[in-house]
């Protein structure tokens, strides 16, 4: 819920012993059906710091690796480099010292990397609602769902890459890939967690779509349709052949971003971006700290400004391409229809 800046001042400013005061209480019982009435403020409320930064979203990327080797991965080539945990953990902070309320957990895969438990641990602790995009193989390991209980997500959002077997497999290039899907949907459904599907739709899966809409509907999980391949994220080709020229959809029209002014990226080195697709120029949060977000202004304006090609362009108006995004599509010297009125 929203509260005002008097009550948020009334909160922060009260002993940890205080009462709760009546208001709360009363919106936690309509909000929530809590009943808090006996409990104080230190036991009940974080009360996080006000930044003057203006963040109020990132996405953490805490790997560039993945247990599985999809046709249609964006990331090209999977490394599985990544900062030890001292500063894994000192990264956290400066998003919270941003402002960072969403946070968004992702990869590769972010289930399989080492030190996703205590990543995922502290970024709640410290007053985050977490959003972990994964493609659910590991949700059935009792370890990860006590930690996704104890500690609930905001959101889990799940790929699913085919409704069979065969194509789900063929996609994933991993024998069994599906039954390990399936086995982390039914945990989820029985922890109650908030999963979110999100229906991969390429050449091999493209038959399929009713399929897994009612494979969402069987569970009662929320779903939304992705099906316009993008390049990778070096600009590489290699994703662009799994689309379905069928399910290619025109895209909403493009009427502006706050990346770099209410949200960022940072990369599993601590390298934070704009957003995922404009990586460079880039703030290297290891050596500059939480004030370096400062430069991402600039750097978000900048990129994306209408430039080379698209400078002038009649339709800019009605695009629905980021000038982000259209350089790696550049990049990869896709077809113009893929991104492009012109085309």
């Given amino acids: 819920m929203q509260i005002s800046t008097p009550r948020y001042r009334e909160l922060a400013d009260a002993p940890n012993s205080s009462v709760l005061p009546g208001w709360l209480v009363d919106a936690a019982r309509e909000c929530w059906s809590l009943d808090v009435s006996s409990r104080d403020i230190g036991s009940t409320?974080?009360?996080?710091?006000?930044?003057?930064?203006g963040f109020a979203r990132c996405?953490?990327?805490l790997n560039l690796f993945c247990n599985y080797d999809c046709q249609i991965c964006y990331l090209g080539e999977k490394v599985s480099a990544g900062l030890p945990w001292d500063q894994r953990e000192?990264?956290?902070?400066?998003m919270a010292e941003s402002g960072v309320l969403w946070l968004q957990l992702t990869g590769g895969e972010p289930l399989i990397d080492r030190f996703f438990p205590q990543v995922y641990e502290l970024a709640f602790d410290l007053g985050m609602m977490i959003t972990v995009s994964?493609?659910?193989?590991?949700l059935a390991d009792p370890s990860i769902l006590d930690l996704l209980t104890t500690r609930r997500p905001y959101r889990m959002t799940l790929s699913?890459?085919?409704a069979s077997k065969e194509s789900y497999d063929a996609q994933t290039q991993r024998r069994g890939s599906h039954a390990k899907f399936i086995q982390g949907l039914d945990a989820a459904k029985e922890a109650d967690l908030p999963v979110k599907l999100s229906l991969i739709v390429t050449k091999d899966s493209e038959d399929e779509v009713d399929q897994m809409i009612a494979l969402a509907d069987k569970y009662?999980?929320?779903?939304h349709i992705y099906s316009n391949?993008?390049?990778t994220i070096h600009g590489g080709a290699e994703s662009l052949p799994s689309q379905s020229a069928a399910h290619l959809k025109p895209r909403s029209v493009f009427t502006g971003c706050n990346a770099g002014h209410t949200h960022y990226h940072v990369d599993p080195l601590g390298k934070a971006s704009i957003c995922k697709i404009g990586r460079d120029p880039n703030v290297d949060l290891m050596t500059e700290g939480a004030q370096g977000l400062r430069r991402l202004n600039a750097i978000g304006d900048a990129l994306l400004t209408r430039q080379g090609g698209c400078s002038g362009c009649t339709k800019s108006g009605t695009c629905g391409t980021c000038m982000p995004l259209a350089n790696i599509y550049r990049q990869a010297e896709a077809p113009l229809a893929s991104y492009c009125q012109h085309g």
Avoid: C, I, K, T
């Fill in 45 to 53: 409320v974080l009360v996080r710091a006000e930044s003057d930064l």
């Fill in 59 to 61: 996405s953490y990327e």
């Fill in 90 to 94: 000192r990264l956290l902070r400066m």
């Fill in 134 to 138: 994964s493609n659910g193989s590991r």
């Fill in 160 to 162: 699913v890459y085919g």
């Fill in 220 to 223: 009662g999980f929320p779903f």
């Fill in 229 to 231: 391949m993008s390049p």
